[in-house]
């Protein structure tokens, strides 16, 4: 099993249960995306830096590497 940080990470969406393979930005958190199944702008659930992190399969790239997330903050802080 390698050490490398993931970059795929499968979004599924509570409302509908579509699911979508997405690339994650290794510089960026992503906020808000929007489920290409019915529509749903989904955010981050609290305690959560984005929204791979609460839906998806993979927590995003700074969270994998023991960063403490996208930057160690929430969404607008």
């Known amino acids: ?3 490398g940080v993931l970059l795929q990470s499968t979004l599924c ?3 509908c249960g579509h ?3 997405e690339t994650m930005p290794c510089d ?3 906020w808000f995306y929007e489920c290409r199944g019915c529509g749903r702008l989904l ?3 609290p305690g ?3 929204v791979f992190c609460s839906y998806g399969s993979v927590a995003c790239p ?7 997330g996208c930057g ?4 607008g802080g």
């Open 19 to 21: 699911q979508e393979v």
């Open 28 to 30: 960026a958190c992503l």
């Open 72 to 75: 160690g903050r929430e969404p």
């Open 62 to 68: 700074p969270a994998q590497s023991a960063a403490g």
């Open 48 to 50: 959560d830096c984005c």
């Open 13 to 15: 969406c509570p409302e």
């Open 43 to 45: 955010h981050p659930l």
């Open 1 to 3: 099993m390698g050490l």
